[in-house]
């Protein structure tokens, strides 16, 4: 059984509390245990970063390149291995983990070339004999707060951008996928990057977040709309950079002259594909009166026939929940639905398996409105609701009537539909023909409303939050 220990200043240490990782499929499975750190180690992490960037932020452009090109190439290279271990802590199916711990890696390949293409500028001032630069600075230590459901991909698009611009980094993961965090630190220490530029401690949000947020310059978090209010009004308080991605209540449109099997295909996938574990999952299927009562049968028969199993398992196309808590939630919001008057299309059942895993078979309701609970908050399970619009303007009316705003998707035919909703919606990410779920790694991600606060994560954007813009007067 492995030990996850903290990385700080370069070193291995352990913490005070070692805390077991869990296989959600098969809850006798003890992965390893996971060294929760101290208030005190915290600040040390935070101490041997600050104390380490003077050997990265200045002249390591070549260094800092070929750093996250040897954390790149060694993700491809292991992909099966780490996404076996991914799939054994966190539940999503192996072919889910492997893809996305490539995700990770083509992340750190692309922030590998963005090192090599910071860039400023020169005006002429506006006095004589004086040329102005603008030019960008590394924020400092940057602390990196992150959730379980992808527990390589999202540190990856933390991380690389942050130790690509020049920063430190104290990273925090999930306290349910401690396994992959550890995996992804190990990779990064043996890379070049020098030591203390780069340090992970584990423990709670509570303890160890909280510690992490009195210390760093910036904030990068990835989690529940609750947790991201906290940690936005901390980090206002101390007036440090802050970014916070957090749920969604994603709609998917159906409109009647769109392509049938497309739009099942999009519905049965957003929605449920990850045990419906996704910020981006499609939670609400708005559906138009035409074609409605083909789509919800349709939709329900491949329900149907969906394996929900062990994540490691040959077939499985659904994994467990993610732990007991989730399944909690899961089980209590199928009630609230019922308790709401939604009719129960697909009933999720707990399944039993062949290992005590936490199985949940996916829920469709149908027959809900837009005010229902379960259209109103994020339910983070396999679980879906359609709601009948009478027409595209009720369906767009309905999709934007939500506190979120991450992920938004319509299936039709129609050019001037389509063209009206990528305009309309307000949503972050806008999805046409397909499902609201599935992201490129070299483009901008981020919602809108509550889903979201502050800059854009990944692709060229990501230079806004870990960097400063400086401006220059020379006098020549
Ligand atoms: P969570 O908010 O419970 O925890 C996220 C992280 O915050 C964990 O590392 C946790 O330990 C830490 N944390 C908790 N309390 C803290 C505190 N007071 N101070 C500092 N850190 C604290 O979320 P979760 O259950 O791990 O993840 C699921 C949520 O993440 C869902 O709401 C999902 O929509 C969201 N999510 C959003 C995106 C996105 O990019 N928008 C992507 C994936 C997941």
Known sequence: ???????????????????????????????????????????????????????????????????????????????????????????????????????????????????????????????????????????????????????????????????????????????????????????????????????????????????????????????????????????TERMIHVQAEMGGKNPLIVLDDADFDIAVNCAVDGSFFQTGQRCTASSRLIVTEGIHDRFVHAVAERLGKIMTDHALKAGTQVGPVVDQRQLDQDLRYIDIGVSEGAKVLVKGELLKRPTPGHFLSPTLFTESTNQMQINREEIFGPVAAVIRAKNYEEALHIANDTPFGLSAGICTTSQKHARHFQQHSEAGLTMLNLATAGLDYHVPFGGRKASSYGPREQGTYALEFYTIVKTSYLSV
């Open 1 to 235: 059984m492995t030990q996850y220990k903290n990385l700080i200043a370069g070193e291995w240490v352990a913490g005070t509390t070692e805390v077991k990782n869990i296989n959600p499929s098969d809850t006798d499975d003890v992965i390893g245990t996971a060294s929760y750190a101290s208030v005190k180690q915290v600040a040390d992490a935070i101490a041997a970063a600050r104390a380490a960037l003077p050997k990265w932020n200045v002249g390591t452009t070549q260094l800092r390149s070929d750093a996250l090109s040897a954390i790149s190439n060694e993700l491809f290279s292991r992909r099966e291995e780490l996404g076996e271990l991914l799939a054994r802590e966190e539940g999503k199916t192996r072919a889910e983990a492997i893809g996305e711990v490539g995700r990770a890696a083509n992340i750190f390949r692309f922030f590998s070339g963005e090192v090599l293409r910071m860039r400023g500028e020169t005006l002429a001032s506006v006095r004589p004999g004086i040329d102005v630069t603008i030019t960008r600075d590394p924020v400092g230590v940057i602390g990196v707060i992150t959730p379980w459901n992808f527990p390589i991909a999202i540190p990856a698009w933390k991380i690389a951008p942050a130790l690509a611009f020049g920063n430190a980094v104290v990273f925090k993961p999930s306290e349910l996928t401690p396994g992959s965090a550890w995996a992804l630190a190990d990779i990064i220490s043996r890379s070049g990057v020098p030591a203390g530029v780069f340090n992970l401690v584990h423990g709670t949000g509570a303890l160890v977040g909280d510690a992490i947020l009195s210390g760093v310059d910036a904030i990068t978090f990835t989690g529940s709309i609750k947790t991201g209010r906290q940690i936005v009004q901390r980090a």
